[in-house]
């Protein structure tokens, strides 16, 4: 089954841009997405892109992936407070199973 | 705006004892998602329903744990007896129907605490 990795926590200041970054196996993954977790909170899907696409823009944040090294990464531009969460990468493979990495801790500094 | 609904939003139970999570998807949504998410870790799936049929139920532990759809629109998932490492959040999420593309939408989630 698919293995998806990320970095535990992420630490940056209000203002600056924020690199979370996933690594994932599965290369026949077909969306690779990015979801935020608010404490005690369900998922809220922020983003995703599919398979075939090197970049994805929406506002703030930006996907990139590499799929040859199955690298997927978000970057939030101009980081604030309020995003301060849990954000989790995942990849979907056969019949819509959605596998999730272990999550990403972003603290905001103000 | 539609949304999953999820009840209870807190369970705290003893272990041997039963417990049951009720989820009602976004309304004609067919794929509905049952998943727990340890403290620290990402969700894992536990079952996926098709309308009322399990598409996957591989990662369930089936001694204890049983979920049903009979329907085909809301679901419960029942625990029977609850131990302790069941401590988690279960999480529900839904799709329009299986297939390429379709976003998950989730729902706030039941935490549970099993003593």
């Known amino acids: 089954g698919e293995d998806v990795e990320q970095s535990l926590f992420l630490s940056v200041r209000e203002g600056d841009s924020s690199v979370i970054n996933c690594t994932y196996t599965?290369?026949?993954?077909?969306?690779l997405y990015w979801y935020k977790q608010e404490p005690g909170a369900g998922l809220q899907l922020l983003t995703y892109?599919?398979?075939?696409?090197d970049m994805k823009q929406d506002q703030r944040l930006t996907v990139l992936l590499n799929k040859k090294d199955k690298h997927l990464s978000l970057r939030i531009a101009d980081t604030q407070t309020g995003d301060s969460a849990i954000y989790f990468c995942?990849?979907?493979?056969?019949?819509?199973?959605?596998?999730f990495g272990t999550g990403t801790k972003l603290q905001v500094i103000p | 705006e539609a949304e999953v609904a999820q009840s209870p939003r807190y369970k705290i139970t003893e272990k041997s004892q039963a417990v049951a999570f009720w989820c009602d998807p976004i309304?004609?949504?067919?794929?509905l998602y049952w998943y727990r998410q340890i403290l620290g870790q990402g969700p894992e799936l536990l079952v996926q329903?098709?309308?009322?049929?399990?598409?996957?139920d591989s990662q369930l532990p089936k001694d204890r744990f049983s979920a049903e759809r009979l329907k085909g629109v809301d679901s419960t998932l029942k625990i029977q007896p609850a131990e302790l490492g069941d401590s988690a959040m279960y999480l529900c999420?839904?799709?329009?129907?299986?297939?390429?593309?379709?976003?998950?939408?989730f729902g706030p989630g039941t935490r549970l605490l099993v003593l």
């Open positions: 892109i599919f398979s075939n696409m």
């Open positions: 329903f098709q309308d009322e049929s399990v598409v996957d």
């Open positions: 995942a990849g979907s493979g056969g019949y819509q199973k959605v596998t």
């Open positions: 599965d290369s026949s993954s077909t969306y």
């Open positions: 309304s004609g949504h067919a794929t």
């Open positions: 999420a839904s799709i329009p129907r299986s297939g390429e593309g379709e976003t998950q939408y």
